[in-house]
T-cell receptor, first 113, second 114 residues
Framework: GQQLNQSPQSMFIQEGEDVSMNCTSSSIFNTWLWYKQDPGEGPVLLIALYKAGELTSNGRLTAQFGTTRKDSFLNISASIPSDVGIYFCAGYSDGGSQGNLIFGKGTKLSVKP | KAGVTQTPRYLIKTRGQQVTLSCSPISGHRSVSWYQQTPGQGLQFLFEYFSETQRNKGNFPGRFSGRQFSNSRSEMNVSTLELGDSALYLC?????????????FGSGTRLTVV
């Protein structure tokens, strides 16, 4: 089945540093979403991307929909302690057998004050 | 505007028992999806309901089932529980489906099977 490869698996950075993570797929997606999950809670949508090449920002977060439609990246600038959590990419391919969102395995972000 | 509500938050069951989890979507949302989250497998899609009909189904055994009511509230049921069913079960709702501004997730039900 379709899979999303998300990297890195984990990151341990200093407060104030910029963060970059990405997601790749072997197949084309029509939608890319980035979620953040805090411990004991459900994922929260950060950014949604609907067009190839689209670059969207949400505060210190910036995400891009790759031009090949098979990848996406998320950048966090000037990280702060509350950025700690697990970040998931998710792709939607209405041509897929599931016809539903497929999630990457997540990037666990730790921020050292 | 109330978010997605899942009940109960925590549940402990014994192998062989069955369990029913409940999800109330955001008002006006007609699509409800269920995911199983485990440390090893990540978020795995179970099924999606739209207007009381199952629209999509993931690769889970028939012990996992669900339904949606006319008010869009959804339940999922797991029969003959196994230890491996221990997981965080997440419900997510959207207006029409994942292509419409993504999903809003609930806080999940943490199921422990002993």
């Amino acid at each position: 089945g379709q899979q999303l490869n998300q990297s890195p698996q984990s990151m341990f950075i200093q407060e104030g540093e910029d963060v970059s993570m990405n997601c790749t797929s072997s197949s084309i997606f029509n939608t890319w979403l980035w979620y953040k999950q805090d411990p004991g809670e459900g994922p929260v949508l950060l950014i949604a991307l609907y067009k190839a090449g689209e670059l969207t920002s949400n505060g210190r977060l910036t995400a891009q929909f790759g031009t090949t439609r098979k990848d996406s990246f998320l950048n966090i600038s000037a990280s702060i302690p509350s950025d700690v959590g697990i970040y998931f990419c998710a792709g939607y391919s209405d041509g897929g057998s599931q016809g539903n969102l497929i999630f990457g395995k997540g990037t666990k972000l730790s921020v050292k004050p | 505007k109330a978010g997605v509500t899942q009940t109960p938050r925590y549940l402990i069951k014994t192998r062989g028992q069955q369990v029913t989890l409940s999800c109330s979507p955001i008002s006006g949302h007609r699509s409800v999806s269920w995911y199983q989250q485990t440390p090893g497998q990540g978020l795995q899609f179970l099924f999606e309901y739209f207007s009381e009909t199952q629209r999509n189904k993931g690769n889970f055994p028939g012990r996992f089932s669900g339904r949606q009511f006319s008010n869009s509230r959804s339940e999922m049921n797991v029969s003959t529980l196994e230890l491996g069913d221990s997981a965080l079960y997440l419900c997510a709702s959207s207006l029409r489906g994942a292509d419409n501004y993504g999903y809003t997730f609930g806080s999940g039900t943490r199921l422990t099977v002993v």
